[in-house]
């Protein structure tokens, strides 16, 4: 089969040249040498409104990767990243370090993007109704997530709001973090939990039988 070169670089305003999203990349990015995409779908639900709401490093590559933010927004990746397929949802704040690799499926969020109370969660679904009125949705909390250096997210990870995943740590497939990680550490499960260093089944998963 022949190869095809999917990658784009990373230009503030530029449309990519044959681009199967008819999109544009957005002007308010500081992005550093030698970043790539796959196709400007990333920036899709990209609302950040602010001088800079996406600012790259260098040598970072977006593969099928979203990045959304709300009008607020902010992210900040640091350089040698690679994220596939993965989803930033940003509300306030996202920050990843250097040398981070987050897999498919994974989801960092820095905001719930719905009121947890029943009662509120009732008035924003109202809020949100097609007779509804957005400008009377109850407030949503957010608080920002950092991801430190040299951190490794694997397939289908959540990284909940509010949390700092420190330099080193492992995140392993499908784990929910609710909690912050400490460096080094590896963490897996539904709610994540630190694994032990001989644990062979901290990558793979397990259904302890």
Not at 22 to 30: H, K, L
Not at 59 to 88: D, K, M, Q, Y
Not at 132 to 148: L, N
Request: hydrophobic share 40%; glycine share 10%; charged share 20%.
């Amino acid at each position: 089969m022949e190869s095809q070169n999917i990658w784009h670089p990373l230009v503030p305003g530029s449309r990519l040249t044959g681009d199967w999203y008819d999109g544009r990349i957005p002007e308010n990015i500081d992005v550093g040498e030698n970043c790539v995409i796959d196709s400007s779908f990333c920036f899709k639900h990209f609302y950040a409104r602010g001088k800079v709401g996406l600012r790259v490093g260098s040598h970072v590559t977006f593969w099928r990767t979203s990045l959304a933010t709300e009008p607020e927004g902010e992210i900040e990746i640091g350089n040698h990243c690679f994220l596939a397929n993965a989803s930033l949802v940003c509300s306030e704040r996202i920050t990843v370090g250097d040398r981070v690799f987050i897999a498919g499926g994974a989801t960092i969020a820095d905001s719930d993007f719905h009121p947890l109370e029943p009662a509120a969660r009732l008035a924003d679904t109202i809020a949100l109704s097609p007779l509804g009125d957005r400008a009377g949705r109850p407030r949503v909390a957010s608080a920002a997530v950092t991801i430190e250096d040299d951190v490794w997210i694997g397939y289908n990870a959540t990284i909940l709001k509010g949390l700092t995943i420190g330099a080193g740590a492992v995140i392993a497939p499908g784990a929910v973090v609710v909690r912050d990680v400490a460096a080094g550490t590896t963490v897996a499960g539904n709610p994540a939990r630190p694994q032990a260093a001989a644990d062979t089944r901290t990558a793979e998963g397990s259904d302890d039988r």
